[in-house]
Each structure stands twice: as structure tokens, then as C-alpha cells.
């Protein structure tokens, strides 16, 4: 760390006492950077608690952060970018009002340099000694006095650039004051032990954590090796005083052990007093241990005695079963997959016929199945409906040829017409097809006047329209662009009409309210002077004048030309491509 040099009778400067306190705000730094790094932040103290209501106060602290010596001029000293691990003190607690209720909010700290203590100083008058200047050059103005690194406390719904999250305050929503349970340290918060807390918490470093060999309660002294089966990877081998006691238990060898699928991991093997049976604990897919209860030799061979009687006594079972099968009928005999099994198979005596028994999977079902008798009605009734049908048949065989054909199917071109009808209501002809329904076109003039016997609309939008007498007779569409304000204009199979009004004088230029494609013919027409006379005025246009845009108008009386002072109502007429 540097220090100054001053000796006696030196005439002491500024940049001394200047110097110095850099020195060791240098120093300094350079201590917390060895401490803490060069780019870590860290912050001590700022501890938070409830206010009255809603509210917060935070007690004094400081914040190590990454910055430069002086990002601009000390004093008379220049400014020095080199980095610099810099302190910033809150020194007295601090109360923040909590914006609301319903809502979670930061504390933040903010890192600030302010030059502050701003002071009237007494400057040495070096013309005369023994008058004293009031500011620098007498100028009675204040200067800064003190340079603070200063840890700004704030709250607020998120952390500003440049600030660094402390505490997290949850506020339920209705609540009126802050308790401690909605206090929390902020995620991120630059907090860190002190060295106390390291020291109090630190263990000696050996590479390891030792574990001692024997001494324990009901253990000898003996020295134990334990380490991986030469042979077999994954299991532990045990060897006391050099002596090999063979592998230990492993709860996961040769398991597959994924987290919470596959196999789980053994945690013990012991024998249980209170069923006086082995136990093997292992770990569930939550974590938690879980007993399974083993069963010892007796229970075994009680087993092996029940399953010697249940197997005699089901040989039995299957010889009378075998001996009822021989008379009964089959519920499943050439049965596909999602067929039901035949359950049950009686005679009903209210109807007299034989009932079928099956589950559908959700409820028995009880079906009929039918008896000659039936049989013998049921050919009785085909017969007299395929003799009807014969005639019915036939009928519509002579109706349908009194028809006009259509469409059988919809074969993705032509779809049948399903319904043909005369509206009565207007004499209008429709159809329906492929469940659409339209008005068909008639023709039925009055005398003196043809048939339409085709109408077709062109590529170019025209519509085609051919009489009985074979004239075809083309109408084209007029689109209207404007039929109301200060001009009218139609498009009528591409030519444009247009007519507009406008006060103007000789010579005037006169824009189209729309343009057009190329210059049209344009024809125009003026009112009588408006100088109160009421003089005729003629009004033609310019030659040569007419563009796609605008023209020239030549507006006279008597020869005069109609001036700008008092120009007249022209009507303007224009046709042309649109």
C-alpha cells in the first residue's frame, strides 16, 4: 500500500492530504479483492425487520462491489479507471414503506459515488495574506467536501439495473402490517459468512473425513481395511487385522437403479422380534424406507402341506368336472377374437323358445333364438313382400322413364340432383345438389320480345346473353368509385367516366380528382362571371395540355381572360381509360 512522504518546512499541497486518503482507499480495496475476489459482490449487515404497518426498516451495512478508483476528478487529483473493489456504507437504519398488499416485493441495495457536504470554504488570498477569500477566487460559491460511497436502500416490484436483491417481502393480500414470516432472504442475495461463522463451522483439512477404527461400545481395537472386490466391481470387501472377512451386503449389485423406475436400492437385512421372521428394508421411489416381512423355514413347509392337500383335493375336483363337461355344450367352441362366451343356454316357457346367455363385457344379455315356427313366417312374409316389391318395382320402372336422368353418385364433376321444385310463391323454377339449394334462370317474355336461350360470363368479366334469334348481346359490369361528395366516376368495361365541378381562372391547372391511365377526352363548361354582372364566359381546354392527371382550362368574356381574383364555377367532363 503506498503512504506519502512530507518532510520539514515543506509547504504542504492539496494533493498531499488528496493523495493519502487515496492511498489507503486504494489499500483497502485491494484487501477486500484478496478477500472476497475482484468481481464478486458481497454484502454484509442490512439485517430487516417489521415497521409499523406496512412498512420495513433495514438496518445499517455495507457492499462490496466491483468498480474503479475514481471515474472522475478528486479533488485537484485526476481521475483513475483502474479497477477497484469499493465499499459502500448505509450508516443508519432505514424505513421503507411496502408499496401494497397482494403482491411480493425486493429489497434492494444501490451502489452510489456522491460528492456531497457542499460548504462556503475559506481560501488563502496570496496577494494579501491577511485577507481570506470566501470560495474559490472569492466567489462566495460552495464546493463539495465530502466524496460518500453510499449504499442506497430501495423496494420496489423488481430490482433496478445496477442494484442487488437483499430481502423478499410477501404481503398477503388484505394485510395492514408486516410480520417476520413474510420476510426472506431474496434469491441471489450477496450475503456471506463472516470469518466467525467460517471458523465456528470449519474443520480441519486432512484430504478426508477420518472415521476411527474400533474403540466403540461392545468393538475391539482391530485394525479394518475396507475396499472394492478385486474380483467383483461394485462390491465392498472387509479384512480385520489383515485377516479377509469376505464381501459386505450390498443393497444395489447388479440391480438398475434409475431414481424412481427400475429397481430400488436394499437398505437391510435383520431379524423382526415381533414376528420372529426375517425383514429386508429397502428404499422407495420417494426415498422413504419401507419393511418387507421374509418368511423363515416354517412357513415354507406350511405352504408345501397346503399345497400337497389343495392339489389332491383339485385332482378330484377336475375328474367330477371332467365326467360334467362330456354333457354339456360348448360356450366357446370356433369363438373369434371380440366374440362373447355362451354362459348359459335354457329353455323360456312364456315364449317357448330357447334363451342364449352371454356378458357384453358390461351387463348379461338374454337372446331369443328362434324355432321352426318363426322360420316358417318369416319365408311366408318374404315371399307375399318380394311379390309386392315385384309390382312396386315395376311402377317405378314406368315413372322413372317419364323422368329426366341426373347423376347416380357424386363422381367429383357432377353431383345428382336430389329435389326439383316450381315456387308458386314467384313463379321461380329451383334445384337442390350435393346439399345445396339454387333458383333456376326462366325465360318467358311478354309478346314482341325473344327467348334468352344462353347466358355466359367472359374471361374479361362481360356477360354474354344469346336470344332465340342467335344475337349475342355482351354486358359489361360498371364499378362505382365514387357517386357522392365532389366528383362522380364509373368504370364501365375499363373506361372511366368522370365528372366533377371547380371554382378556377384562365390558365389554372385543374387536377382529376382520380387519374387515369392515359389522357382522356375532356370536355368542360363554365358559369356566368361572379363579378355580378352575370357575363357569359367561354371556357374550353388548353391544346395539348391534357395528361393522364391534369389540364390547362382557357376561361374568357369578350375576349378578356377570367382572372384569379374572381375565378368561376367550372364543370369539367372527362372520359378515358381507366
Known amino acids: 500500500m503506498d503512504r506519502q512522504i512530507v518532510y520539514p518546512a515543506q509547504i504542504p499541497l492539496d494533493s498531499d492530504q488528496l493523495n493519502a486518503q487515496r492511498n489507503a482507499y486504494v489499500g483497502l480495496g485491494q484487501l477486500a479483492a484478496m478477500a472476497y475476489g475482484w468481481s464478486t459482490v458481497a454484502a454484509s449487515g442490512f439485517a430487516c425487520a417489521p415497521g409499523t404497518g406496512l412498512a420495513v426498516t433495514v438496518a445499517p451495512g455495507s457492499l462490496l462491489a466491483p468498480g474503479v478508483v475514481d ?106 402490517s408486516i410480520t417476520a414470516d413474510m420476510i426472506a432472504q431474496a434469491a441471489g442475495a450477496p450475503f456471506y459468512d463472516t470469518i466467525p461463522q467460517l471458523q465456528a463451522a470449519k474443520q480441519d483439512a486432512l484430504g478426508f473425513t477420518p472415521v476411527q477404527q474400533g474403540g466403540g461400545p461392545g468393538q475391539t481395537t482391530d485394525k479394518i481395511n475396507l475396499g472394492q472386490d478385486a474380483t467383483y466391481s461394485g462390491l465392498l470387501r472387509i479384512a480385520i487385522d489383515g485377516v479377509d472377512k469376505g464381501t459386505l451386503l450390498s443393497g444395489t449389485y447388479l440391480a438398475t437403479i434409475t431414481g424412481t423406475t427400475g429397481d430400488l436400492p436394499g437398505m437391510g437385512l435383520w431379524f423382526q422380534n415381533a414376528t420372529q421372521r426375517p425383514a429386508f428394508t429397502y428404499q422407495d421411489a420417494t426415498g422413504a424406507p419401507k419393511i418387507i416381512d421374509l418368511p423363515n423355514q416354517a412357513d415354507v413347509q406350511q405352504v408345501q402341506t397346503n399345497l400337497t392337500a389343495a392339489t389332491a383335493n383339485q385332482a378330484n375336483v377336475n375328474a367330477t368336472l371332467s365326467a360334467d363337461i362330456s354333457d354339456c355344450v360348448s360356450g366357446i367352441y370356433g369363438k373369434g377374437a371380440g366374440d362373447y362366451q355362451i354362459q348359459g343356454l335354457y329353455q323360456q316357457e312364456s315364449t317357448g323358445r330357447p334363451i342364449a346367455v352371454y356378458n357384453n363385457g358390461t351387463a ?86 325473344n327467348y334468352s336461350v344462353n347466358i355466359t360470363s367472359g374471361n374479361n368479366g362481360g356477360l354474354y346473353v344469346t336470344d332465340s334469334t342467335g344475337t349475342q348481346n355482351v354486358y ?32 389554372q391547372q385543374i387536377a382529376f380528382p382520380v387519374a387515369f391511365s392515359e389522357a382522356p377526352d375532356v370536355a368542360v363548361s363554365s358559369s356566368e362571371t361572379r363579378d355580378g354582372k352575370g357575363n357569359s ?37 372527362a372520359m378515358g381509360a381507366a
Open 71 to 176: 471515474a472522475s476528478a478528486y479533488g485537484t487529483l485526476a481521475a483513475i479507471s483502474s479497477a477497484l473493489v469499493r465499499q459502500y456504507a448505509s450508516r443508519d437504519p432505514v424505513t421503507l414503506a411496502v408499496p401494497g398488499a397482494g403482491a411480493t416485493y425486493t429489497v434492494y441495495v444501490t451502489p452510489a459515488t456522491v460528492d456531497t457536504d457542499d460548504t462556503v470554504l475559506p481560501f488563502y488570498n496570496a496577494a494579501d495574506p491577511s485577507v481570506t477569500y470566501a470560495g474559490a477566487d472569492n466567489s462566495g460559491k460552495t464546493a463539495p467536501t465530502v466524496r460518500q460511497d453510499m449504499a442506497q436502500i430501495g423496494i420496489g416490484a423488481s430490482v433496478p439495473d445496477g442494484a442487488y436483491p437483499l430481502w423478499t417481502i410477501t404481503v398477503p393480500a388484505g394485510a395492514t
Open 364 to 449: 348379461y344379455v338374454f337372446e331369443g333364438i328362434a324355432i321352426t315356427a318363426d322360420i316358417t313366417t318369416v319365408q311366408s312374409n318374404l315371399t307375399a313382400f318380394q311379390t309386392s316389391q315385384a309390382n312396386t318395382n315395376g311402377t317405378f320402372t314406368s315413372e322413372i322413364a317419364a323422368r329426366v336422368p341426373t347423376n347416380a353418385a357424386n363422381d367429383g364433376v357432377n353431383a345428382p340432383i336430389t329435389l326439383f321444385n316450381y315456387y308458386l310463391g314467384n313463379g321461380t323454377p329451383w334445384a337442390s345438389a350435393d346439399g345445396v339449394s339454387f333458383n333456376l334462370v326462366k325465360s318467358s317474355p311478354a309478346s314482341g320480345w
Open 476 to 507: 359489361y359490369p360498371a364499378s362505382s368509385q365514387n357517386v357522392s361528395g365532389s366528383y362522380k366516376t364509373y368504370v364501365v368495361d375499363g373506361m372511366r367516366f368522370l365528372s366533377f365541378k371547380i371554382m378556377a381562372s384562365d390558365g
Open 537 to 573: 364566359v367561354t371556357a374550353n381546354v388548353y391544346y395539348g395540355t391534357t395528361t393522364q392527371s391534369q389540364f390547362s382550362v382557357h376561361l374568357a368574356q369578350y375576349g378578356a381572360a377570367i382572372p384569379s381574383t374572381a375565378p368561376v364555377e367550372v364543370t369539367v367532363m
